[in-house]
Structures are given as structure tokens and as C-alpha cells.
């Protein structure tokens, strides 16, 4: 789902709310943080979309750029979130053509499917460098923009670590750190004026997740107490509301979006539970 002006029109935000605000977004090409992002332009933010792959990037600024009349929406492409200087590149040229930066969305992310035995150091390196290590080095990054503009924060993280879910010791061990760098961020950077929150997506439709990890999705959402997936609205509003003036006592909190899936032990992984680990570990060496 991508957002129109249809967003604004049946909104319960005043259209303006954001005018003449920036937003900073990692991993702004994805599907959940782009959405993320329309809604913010839509409702009169500026915008900078940060990614690695420059052909992605540059469209999805120029299709975000179209949703509103005289928004201005830079790419900041070949940015690697493991890199903070790589970071500061992207700030540099977001404050060069938009002025300032006033909201961080923190969304990079990587994730596969990988039972502990074939995970090597390597890959579980990997998630962790983009997933914790991306968005300590956004606020860094960013830092001064925000402390200079009484900015928000807004990491993008998951349910995972909330109960063990299988094929997932990565993605997990980093969202708990996200978890964990979040309260850190909130007492620290509230009396420098900075919000810090997160928002938790469960089972969103058309994700990239849901598509690959659940078969059989009517059977999946009989079991969600809100009896539906969400969509990348609901993640959309909830960011919406994260950065309002709505919010402006709100910090250091994580808010899950999810239809309270996982209070139900939704797993996205439970069809491969555990027949699945079990075949995928029949033999006995372990991948380092």
C-alpha cells in the first residue's frame, strides 16, 4: 500500500501539521519506512530518503515527491547505515537542500531465515551492524540537527525478542539492543529537548515478511485478536502521531502495532516449527 492524497483528505491530522518540518529517514525506500514517509510529506514535511542502492532511492524520492504540490524530497543514495561518516554525507546534503532536520526515522533493516545451527558469526555480524549498530549511527549522525531543532526520534523495531521465535536469533538479539538504546536515548537526550520512541510492527499485509513467512494467512489472522493484518497505514499513523504535538509528553516508549498478535504468541515462523529446524538439523556440524 502506498498513500495518496486520499491520506489527507479522510485524516484525521490537520493537513499542514508538518509544514516547513524535515524528516531524515533510513531505509526510506523499504516498505514500511516509505509509507512512513508519505505520510509525513503528505501532511507538509520535507523529506530525505536515504538508502544504498541509488536507482531505488532516486525513484521512490521522486514518486514520494509527486504526492504533494511544492514538497521537496532529496535522495541520499549509496548511504551504508554501518558507517556513520557514510551518514553524515547524507545529513550534510539533506541540510545543504532542505535547511535543518527535525525528525529521524530509523528503519535500515536486514533479515533472512536462519536457524542458530546454520548462522554463521558473520551473518548474525551483519544484522546486528545494520539493525543497532545503523541507527545508533543515524542519531549520531544527526545529533546536532535535532538538538538544535528540539527534534524526535523514531526507531522502526519488532516483536521478535519479546518470547523466542526460531529462525530469528539475529534479527531478535538486535531489536532487543534497539530496545535496549531507546531508553538509554530517552533519558538523555530529554533534557536536551529530543523525544526518543519506537514503533513495533506485527503482521503488516504486503510486506515482504508476511508474503514469505506465512502460508497460510486466513489461518494466521483468526488468530489475532483484532481478526485482520495490519497495514502500512497503521504503521503510518502511528508515526504520525509519534512526531505531533499530540505526543510532545511522550518518550522513551515502544509502541507495537500488531492487532496484539503477539500477546496471543502469533509466531510468523510457526509453520516451520518444529519440523522444520529439526530437518534442517540432521546433521551435527554447525556453521561458524
Known amino acids: 500500500m502506498v498513500l495518496t492524497q486520499e491520506f489527507v483528505k479522510d485524516s484525521v491530522w490537520k493537513a499542514d501539521i508538518f509544514k516547513g ?3 531524515f529517514v533510513t531505509g526510506g525506500a523499504g516498505t514500511i519506512c516509505r509509507v512512513q514517509t508519505e505520510a509525513m510529506v503528505l501532511l507538509g514535511a520535507n523529506a530525505a530518503i536515504v538508502g544504498r542502492n541509488k536507482e531505488k532511492t532516486d525513484r521512490v524520492a521522486e514518486e514520494i515527491r509527486q504526492l504533494r504540490p511544492g514538497a521537496k524530497v532529496v535522495s541520499c543514495p549509496n548511504t551504508d547505515v554501518r558507517n556513520v561518516q557514510s551518514i553524515a554525507k547524507a545529513v550534510e546534503q539533506t541540510v545543504q ?3 535543518r532536520i527535525d525528525f529521524l526515522i530509523a528503519g535500515a533493516a536486514g533479515n533472512f531465515l536462519a536457524d542458530f545451527n546454520h548462522l554463521s558469526s558473520n551473518a548474525f555480524a551483519s544484522v546486528v551492524n545494520i539493525d543497532l549498530l545503523g541507527l545508533f549511527n543515524a542519531v549520531k549522525a544527526t545529533f546536532n540537527e535535532l538538538r538544535k531543532n528540539k527534534g524526535a526520534i523514531l526507531f522502526v523495531s519488532a516483536t521478535l525478542h519479546y518470547y523466542g521465535v526460531p529462525f530469528q536469533t539475529h534479527v531478535g538479539a538486535a ?3 534497539v530496545d535496549a538504546l531507546l531508553n538509554a536515548l530517552a533519558v538523555e537526550l530529554g533534557p536536551l529537548g529530543i523525544r526518543t520512541n519506537c514503533i ?3 503482521p503488516i ?4 515478511g508476511m508474503d514469505r513467512l506465512v502460508k497460510n494467512q486466513d489461518e494466521y489472522v483468526s488468530k489475532i485478536p483484532l481478526q485482520r493484518l495490519g497495514t502500512t497505514r497503521d504503521i503510518a499513523e502511528a508515526t504520525v502521531y509519534l512526531f505531533s504535538p499530540a505526543a510532545s509528553y511522550v518518550t522513551g516508549t515502544v509502541h507495537v502495532v500488531d492487532g496484539a ?5 502469533q509466531l510468523s515462523m510457526q509453520n516451520l ?3 522444520e529446524l529439526i530437518k534442517r538439523n540432521s546433521e551435527v556440524l554447525a556453521k561458524l
Do not use: D, F, I, S
Not at 499485509?205 to 515482504?208: V, Y
Not at 498478535?261 to 504468541?265: I, Y
Open 21 to 23: 518540518k524535515v524528516v
Open 97 to 99: 537542500e532542505l535547511g
Open 175 to 177: 531489536k532487543a539492543g
Open 200 to 202: 513495533a510492527p506485527g
Open 205 to 208: 499485509a504486503g510486506t515482504e
Open 261 to 265: 498478535a503477539w500477546q496471543n504468541g
Open 273 to 275: 516449527y518444529p519440523v
